[in-house]
């Protein structure tokens, strides 16, 4: 399985991962558009001490991801390991991704 590590954006300094710009940035630092053609799931990271994952950087690493595979597609082959603070947060931008898929692709 491959993994996502989200440690390695923050270092163990960084408490909050936001800016859609360096979601764009995590999204080809860790070859997003090949991991979402992997017939295996991918497991993703989340550091214990990350507090919050900003809407525009998750939209920035995963919007092409959720759009392409739909939520349930997304759910199934994305595996978040991280506190349930942090899964909420992904659960409501994903499920907003694809409201607002529109806007997204504009």
């Given at each position: 399985m491959a993994t996502i590590e989200l440690?390695?954006?923050t270092r163990g300094d960084v408490r909050n991962l936001s800016g859609q710009e360096r979601g764009l940035a995590a999204?080809?630092?860790?070859?997003?558009?090949e991991l979402d053609k992997s017939p295996e799931p991918v497991l993703v990271q989340v550091p214990g001490d990350?507090?919050?994952i900003s809407?525009?950087?998750f939209r920035g690493m995963f919007?092409?991801?959720?759009?392409?595979?739909?939520i349930v597609g997304f759910s199934n082959h994305y595996v978040f390991d991280?506190?349930?603070?942090?899964l909420e947060q992904v659960e409501q931008v994903v499920k907003g991704t694809i409201?607002?898929?529109?806007?997204?692709?504009?």
């Open positions: 440690s390695k954006l999204r080809h630092e860790f070859k997003v558009d990350l507090d919050t809407p525009s950087f919007s092409v991801s959720i759009l392409t595979l739909g991280a506190k349930p603070q942090i409201r607002d898929r529109s806007q997204i692709l504009s």
